[in-house]
Each structure stands twice: as structure tokens, then as C-alpha cells.
């Protein structure tokens, strides 16, 4: 049961009040300590004022705020979509319904392993994106290929941090290769990534497949957490793997 301290909050010394959580019955303390977090979080507040489904709504607005990728006419797809904020942040930045007059209008196409509740403007589909002909479907339902990719995708939580990371840069390789895929040229490919030293592998191959490739940490992205975005723009295509003519050694 969440209560605020008691006391007169008008007039002058008028401060925010801090939520605080009970520790209820069988709730662990790491438990409280989150829901206590979750309540006080400015950017929670924030996406249920502005009708977002997460807090996560907002490090897609900042990352396209800085790279610009989110553009009226383009089509997005969102690996690993659920809840649904970053579908709802780039239905309204590409024009996916045509709500701008005089814009392109765009589309709007998120994949997830669970169900997610309709999101107007999206075409959502229950899939697992690492299924043979994955990408087929994804670009038939589409229209055509994609100018953007982004995942916001986590491995489920093991507990250990060296683990958690191996997890995590695995799927972002995963939805890159997928990326590789569905892709027009020029495109841009936007992931999470946790930092932890096991990224130079994964940052290679995107060097090869892109002309620019920026790691990011958005001002929404808590400072407690190694969370970091990838963002690689200008897509050449897919590169040639280690050992096939034209591609470059892979650092250890």
C-alpha cells in the first residue's frame, strides 16, 4: 500500500512529495524497492499523462530526437514489440495515419513472441522473429522492405551480470542479422545493448554493415543501469561473413 508523508504542502517550501511503499507480506524488499521507484519515476508519470504504454516510449523520442530516423513515408519495424510504446512513438513520427496532410504516410509493423493489445496505426503480429521465413512474412506484411529496424528486446533476467550481458548482445546479433534481412539500403537499425565488454563483436559486424554506427545512453535511460542503444545508420548491406572474400578480420 503506497502512502506520502503528512504535512502542508501550499504555500512557500512547497516540495514534491516522495511516494513511499509499505513492505508488504510476502513482498521481497527488492520488490518494494522497484515499486517504490516505479511510483516516484518522472518518466512513469510522464507515459501515463501522455498516454504511453512505458517509460521506454521515451528513449525511442530522445534517440530519434538526435538521429532523425523516424521520418513521414517511413516503415518501421519493431522486434519484440510489447507493450507497445515505441509502435505507438513511431506511429505518430512516421505519419502511419496519415493524420499530417500533405506528409507521407508511413507503416508501422511490430512482431512479439506474446500477444499485444491492438495499437492504432500498427500492424501487430504474433511471431518469433528467429523463425524460418521470418523475414519473408515481415516484408510481405509491410509492403516491402524496411527503413527502420529497432529493438528494445532483453533476455529474460538471470540474476548474474556477466550472464545477462552474453544474453543480451546475442539477441541484439540475432534481431542485426534479421535487420540484415529486411533492410533497404540506407536504413537504420536501432537496438538495447547492455555494457559489460562483449560488445566489439557485435560492434564489427555493424561497422560493416553500416556508415555510422553510435552508441547512445538517452537522458530517460536510467543512470543506474548499463543499458545502452546502438544506433546504425546508412545501410550498405548485408556484410560478407568472416572468411568470405571482402570481409575483414573480426577482433578478438
Not at 67 to 77: E, N, Q, Y
Not at 111 to 133: C, K, N, R, S, T
Request: charged letters at 30%; hydrophobic letters at 40%.
Amino acid at each position: 500500500m503506497a502512502k506520502t508523508p503528512s504535512g502542508n504542502t501550499s504555500g512557500r517550501g512547497q516540495r514534491e512529495l516522495r511516494v513511499r511503499v509499505k513492505t508488504a507480506k510476502g513482498r521481497k524488499l527488492s520488490s518494494t524497492l522497484w515499486l517504490e521507484r516505479q511510483l516516484n519515476d518522472p518518466y512513469v508519470q510522464r507515459a501515463k499523462k501522455e498516454g504511453y504504454r512505458g517509460r521506454a516510449a521515451f528513449k525511442i523520442l530522445e534517440l530519434d530526437d538526435r538521429f532523425r530516423f523516424l521520418v513521414p513515408g517511413a516503415r518501421v519495424v519493431d522486434l519484440g514489440c510489447a507493450p507497445g510504446g515505441w509502435c505507438q512513438v513511431a506511429v505518430k513520427r512516421v505519419n502511419a495515419l496519415g493524420e499530417k496532410s500533405g506528409k507521407r504516410v508511413g507503416r508501422v509493423l511490430g512482431v512479439d513472441l506474446q500477444e499485444v493489445e491492438p495499437i492504432a496505426g500498427a500492424d501487430i503480429h504474433q511471431l518469433d522473429f528467429l523463425e524460418d521465413g521470418a523475414d519473408e512474412k515481415v516484408k510481405a506484411w509491410l509492403g516491402g522492405p524496411a527503413d527502420v529496424v529497432m529493438s528494445d528486446m532483453a533476455a529474460a533476467a538471470s540474476g548474474h551480470k556477466g550472464t545477462d550481458h552474453l544474453r543480451i548482445i546475442a539477441l541484439c546479433e540475432a534481431a542485426a542479422e534479421f535487420a540484415f534481412d529486411v533492410l533497404e539500403e540506407g536504413g537504420t537499425f536501432v537496438a538495447k545493448v547492455l555494457a559489460g565488454g562483449a560488445e566489439n563483436q557485435l560492434q564489427a559486424l555493424l561497422k560493416r554493415a553500416f556508415q555510422k554506427v553510435a552508441n547512445v545512453k538517452p537522458p530517460s535511460s536510467r543512470a543506474d543501469s548499463s543499458e545502452k542503444f546502438v544506433v546504425a545508420t546508412g545501410f550498405r548491406g548485408r556484410p560478407p561473413a568472416p572468411g568470405e572474400a571482402g570481409a575483414e578480420e573480426m577482433p578478438d
